[in-house]
């Protein structure tokens, strides 16, 4: 029991409910409703109207209309509504997507693109009198947006825009939605007047009747069976001169007059085109968002089964070992428990960040793009760790895992998909690290006489330590064998920091200085091509600095003492097992000795075993209710 009487696991979620803890404790309220939960033996069209019910019952619990701008203006509570969606993870992956598609991409785009013009649409897709779809991606071009193919060429003579599919490659593909419900697309085409492509923009096209039968010049089908997700109707949508009206363009970034004339306060067109992207980031924030709290529930069950679980008898004893008493159960899953808090913090600052922005309280231009890279990267280390983390806790549950009963397989297959949907998780790491060189040119082109003398003198110096061993023979004086994970310097959370950024700032200047060097053999595409597993390297590394950055203002925030030092020792693990993973890059590039290496070892092995008696108050700690899990293995 905390100091403060309520328990240490009560201390721990309220930590990691975040800013936004109320929604989340309403929603657990409301959650354990069964309507809310999917049915795997269904089959396509009784799972695609279960979840079409399921939406009306999300309606109703009043989460989504806060979310969007007030008729006089006001910004919506943007944080609040993301949380309060996210929550549906712990129920039904395929309820969660369609309410993202429905109310955050689809009415996303009406909201961040539109203007008052389009307010007619909100008021009906909100309360789901208008089914709609996010139509971006096509056959061609999925990350590539800049270059989709699908046209709308204004035609003055009837002040209409004409959509059209000019290719096989430009059909609207994947898109949720598109197969039996949605009845208007927000498509994203080439808009063309006056015989000159403006670039990419979004327009609100009508796709079927109410009786649900295609309108003229729109063919759309089912993309079937897929990995998972059976409650979500993917389609494809193809265009064939289909005739909109000019209003039916969102034009909060750019207009086309009734004369044809195309106008756009930002004359850029590269960056008004990022800056039409960018206004959809809470997609991606929501993404991440809910591949964390589908771990979540795969680890709380894992966790509790591999406590009640028994194998093997002890020689000493003769009772049966429970599987969380192994050193190897304790070693695959309390470092996953920890990152999994590690994201839970990070995914809160995300949220808290994404409010102030689109809520217009933050109006600097670079914190609206530093924000798009944190929701780049977070996507990125989210989805990656739920495909990890699930697929490890279906193992740990042997045969049991298997079952569907048990929505390990359930959960493994309808999160496969988010390492690419909302962007592919190897371009977004690209361009986080884009990102990262280009502020590391900046600041080289930047330096003047002495700053050159400066630069020159640090890069020599890590020349010299790699050639020589000095760093290697400093840590080797400061590292004891026998150190324990208190007594080592690798406790301190500065020297953890510093770990993590030195991989960080190496792997970028490293990189930087490749591609400046090949640029001049062999052109920038090429040098960038060949550079590319190095660029996504330092991409990562800036992604695991921000998750322990998080976690450590994370736990600052927690006042009892007792709740306090057990989050200590988790982002303990968090930082030694990320560590090991690197160990031997560390190595190789001289940041660690030998000896630290296998402190680090043993310090995972230290700590698992430290928080091993805390486990089931680690996974109370992660805020999903018992009765939420809903696995017939735990009884």
């Known amino acids: 029991m905390a100091t403060s009487g309520v328990s240490i696991s009560e201390e721990l979620r309220t930590a990691l409910d975040g800013p936004w803890r109320e929604v989340r404790q309403r929603a ?23 979840v079409l019910d399921q939406m009306g019952l999300v309606s109703s619990f009043g989460w989504v209309e806060p979310g969007f701008r007030h008729p006089d203006g006001t910004p919506g509570d943007a944080g609040a509504v993301v949380t309060a969606l996210e929550m549906l993870a712990y129920t039904d992956l395929s309820l969660w997507v369609k309410s993202g ?119 759309t089908s089912d993309c079937g069976y897929k990995g998972g997700l059976p409650g979500v109707d993917n389609g494809r949508i193809l265009f064939d001169q289909v005739r909109i009206p000019r209003e039916n363009l969102l034009n909060r970034y750019a207009d086309v007059a009734e004369d044809g004339t195309y106008s756009s306060e930002i004359e850029n067109p590269s960056r008004r085109f990022f800056t039409t992207l960018g206004t959809l980031v809470r997609g991606r924030v929501s993404v991440g968002g809910a591949a964390a709290a589908a771990a979540r529930v795969a680890l709380s069950i894992a966790v509790r089964y591999g406590e009640q679980r028994r194998q093997f008898a002890d020689p000493d004893t003769g009772e049966e070992t429970v599987l969380m008493d192994y050193r190897s159960h304790q070693r695959r899953l309390l470092p996953l428990v920890a990152r999994s808090y590690a994201l839970a913090f990070a995914q809160n600052d995300l949220v808290y960040r994404m409010h102030l922005v689109q809520t217009g309280q933050e109006t600097d231009p670079r914190a609206r793009r530093a924000l798009e ?91 010299v330590r790699e050639r020589s061993g000095v760093r290697q023979m400093i840590q080797r004086l400061r590292d004891r064998g026998d150190d324990t994970v208190d007594e080592g310097d690798l ?69 009892d003492p007792e709740a306090r030092a057990l989050a200590d020792t988790v982002c303990d693990l968090f930082v030694y097992s990320t560590i090991e993973q690197h160990q031997a890059w560390y190595i190789m590039h001289r940041f660690m000795s030998v000896e630290r290496a296998k402190s680090v070892r043993r310090g995972v092995n230290e700590l698992v075993d430290r928080l091993r008696p805390q486990a089931l108050t680690l996974i109370e700690g992660l805020g999903v209710p018992e009765g939420l899990l809903r696995a017939a293995m735990l009884g």
């Open 101 to 219: 598609v429905q109310w955050g991409l689809f009415g996303g785009a009406v909201e961040n693109l539109g203007t008052e013009r389009h307010r007619e649409y909100l008021d009906e897709l909100i309360p789901l009198r208008l089914l709609g779809c996010f139509a971006m991606t096509e056959t061609g071009h999925g990350s590539d947006v800049a270059n989709l193919e699908t046209t709308a060429t204004y035609d003055p003579a009837t002040r209409e825009f004409v959509v059209h599919s000019p290719t096989p490659s430009a059909r609207k593909d994947y898109i949720g939605g598109a197969a039996e419900h949605a009845r208007m697309a927000a498509v994203f085409a080439q808009l063309i007047t006056g015989g000159q492509s403006q670039g990419v923009h979004c327009f609100l096209v009508p796709i079927r009747d109410e009786a649900g039968g295609d309108l003229p010049g729109v063919t």
């Open 373 to 463: 890279n944190r929701a780049a990267g977070l996507k990125v280390a989210q989805t990656r760790f739920a495909t990890a983390a699930i697929q490890e806790c279906r193992e740990a549950c042997g045969g049991a895992g298997y079952l569907t009963e048990n929505r390990l397989v359930t959960l493994k297959a309808d999160t496969d998909v988010f390492v690419t949907f909302e962007g592919d998780n190897t371009v977004l790491t690209q361009l986080v690290a884009k990102d990262l060189l280009t502020a590391y040119a900046d600041e080289v082109r930047d330096l003047d006489a002495l700053g050159w003398v400066k630069f020159a003198a640090t890069m020599a110096r890590d020349v």
């Open 28 to 50: 657990r309220a409301v959650l354990h409703d069964d309507r809310l939960f999917g049915d795997p033996s269904l089959d396509l069209k009784a799972a695609r109207a279960r």
């Open 491 to 559: 406790s301190r959370r500065s020297i953890q920091l510093q770990l993590f950024a030195d991989r960080e700032d190496y792997l970028v200047r490293t990189a930087g200085h490749r591609l400046r060097a090949r640029a001049k053999e062999t052109g920038p595409f090429e040098a960038f091509n060949n550079a590319q597993d190095h660029i996504l390297a330092a991409g990562s590394a800036h992604i695991e600095r921000l998750v322990l950055e998080a976690f450590i203002d994370g736990i600052a925030g927690i006042e």
